[in-house]
């Protein structure tokens, strides 16, 4: 049983239009990750800006002296 050649090509023609509809739907959600990359990008640049101030604002760290080193013998 031969398929039609006009079956083909009608088949063919949804299925170039429904390739076009995931093309603009894989763009728009392209633009979409682009826009959360550039909005965790910014985060932890916030996050970094706060550390550093924080950082700045608590007193140094006193960290015990090392022990003393032991007599060389002579």
Known sequence: ????LDTLKAERDALKKKLAEIDAEQ???ETKAKDIRQ????????IEA????????????TKP?????APGKP
């Open 1 to 4: 049983m031969a398929i039609s």
């Open 65 to 69: 002296l090392p022990p003393p080193a």
């Open 39 to 46: 909005k965790e990008i910014q985060t932890k640049r916030e």
């Open 50 to 61: 706060l550390n550093v101030l924080i950082d700045l604002q608590q007193p140094p760290e």
């Open 27 to 29: 763009k728009v959600l």
